[in-house]
């Protein structure tokens, strides 16, 4: 039997561990999700809670904003496809390729050695190009949290 492909993806909002939304990136029934560790963005982007809804967005916009800390996990094609729809992608949220520092690893199977450099991965990441201009003036985050102090707590999707 053929092994199934894996991608590397970076998470930074309501999928990371303690987050509304984590439980979708271990429900078997979506894929399979392997945690593999923790990062943050090689490049500076504009985090910030908008929406009605506060969602969290990370604008396409590199080199502005602050390097962005989340969770590197391994996907198979059945939950990249999953969370492509979960994200509204391509509409809300777009699918890119980012470099991703890795600051702790965990994937015990393998190892960040061998890559291009040994302290980063390249990962899928959901940005937007499609945000609301006014979105620019709201604060920057550098790492995402529901319950923080910023009082935005992130209403699901059933309750909205």
Not at 52 to 77: C, M, Q, R, T
Not at 94 to 107: A, D, M, S
Request: glycine share 8%; hydrophobic share 35%.
């Amino acid at each position: 039997m053929a092994e199934r492909k894996m991608h590397d993806i970076f998470v930074y909002g309501t999928l990371k561990k303690g987050q509304p939304n984590y439980h979708i990136m271990t429900d078997p029934n979506h894929g399979k999700a392997v945690f593999k560790g923790i990062g943050r963005t090689i490049d500076k982007y504009p985090l910030v809670i908008a929406h009605k809804a506060n969602i969290p967005f990370l604008l396409n916009i590199p080199g502005k904003g602050h390097h962005i800390a989340g969770e590197i996990y391994s996907v198979d094609d059945q939950m990249l496809q999953f969370l492509d729809e979960f994200e509204s992608c391509p509409d809300m949220y777009q699918r890119t390729i980012k470099r991703i520092e890795i600051l702790e690893w965990g994937g015990k199977d393998d190892s960040p050695e061998g890559r291009a450099a040994a302290n980063t991965i390249e990962c899928f990441v959901y940005s937007t190009t499609s945000y609301l201009p006014e979105w620019l003036n709201l604060p920057y985050l550098d790492c995402y949290d529901s319950y923080g102090t910023h009082g935005l707590r992130y209403i699901n999707r059933l309750d909205r």
